[in-house]
């Protein structure tokens, strides 16, 4: 159980496109769901909180215009990159956590973004 | 906010030994601490988890112990195998509402 799934793996784009990931919990109902950007060989750093029918919470020096989230129901979230440009190239994972009172978080395969 | 050390940032062994992996926290509030492991090109895998009314959990040859008077807590793995070679993060939540802050990673290396 509690398996979270990334869509799509990977994905390259050109310069000022604008790309769409998907975030699905599969077996489990996500109250709120969590959104990391990894460099490579370093750690994951949390951008944004999303909870589900809510705006979702950006941490400081994260542009909530160029990343938007969105946590229409209780198996879904996307991030959709705006305008992307080659310094956003990386590797996105996303996390779930099934009820509020629980602390675990079970999180998605990452999506790898290049962008040209 | 909460600032997790986590160290060493690299670590070699030979299969059969043990290895440990240790972490610092600064938020006394805190109280849920995962270990994640992370395969190359893949998410973060839970491999065990400890809440601050624990002091030690175990799992077959994976272990987890917490001095939240020192906080610190460490990661012990037994009978090391080829196939646990990966990076290791540890994290720290302050309460089941907040996101986990995580260490930089321990790339772990076991050679047969």
């Known amino acids: 159980g509690a398996v979270v799934s990334q869509h799509p793996s990977r994905v390259i784009c050109k310069s000022g496109t604008s790309v769409k990931i998907e975030c699905r919990s599969l077996d489990f109902q996500a109250t709120t769901m969590f959104w990391y950007r990894q460099f490579p060989k370093q750690s994951l750093m949390l951008m944004a909180t999303s909870n589900e029918g809510s705006k979702a919470t950006y941490e400081q020096g994260v542009e909530k215009d160029k990343f938007l989230i969105n946590h229409a129901s209780l198996t879904l979230s996307t991030l959709t990159v705006t305008s992307a440009h080659p310094e956003d190239s990386s590797f996105y994972i996303c996390?779930?956590?099934?009820?509020?009172?629980?602390?675990?978080?079970?999180f998605g395969p990452g999506t790898r973004l290049t962008v040209l | 906010g909460e600032n997790v050390e986590q160290h060493p940032s690299t670590l070699s062994v030979q299969e059969g030994d043990s290895a440990v992996i240790k972490c610092t926290y600064s938020d006394s509030a805190s109280n849920y601490f995962p270990w994640y492991k992370q395969e190359l090109g893949k998410g973060p895998q839970l491999i065990i988890d400890?809440?601050?009314?624990?002091g030690e959990k175990k799992d077959q040859r994976i272990a987890v112990t917490l001095n939240k008077t020192a906080k610190h807590f460490s990661l012990h793995i037994t009978e090391t195998q080829p196939e646990d070679s990966a990076v290791y993060f540890c994290?720290?939540?302050?309460?089941?509402?907040?996101?986990?802050?995580f260490g930089k990673g321990t790339s772990l290396l076991v050679t047969p």
């Open positions: 996390s779930a956590r099934a009820r509020p009172s629980t602390d675990t978080q079970y």
């Open positions: 994290a720290a939540s302050p309460n089941s509402g907040y996101a986990l802050n």
């Open positions: 400890i809440r601050s009314n624990v």
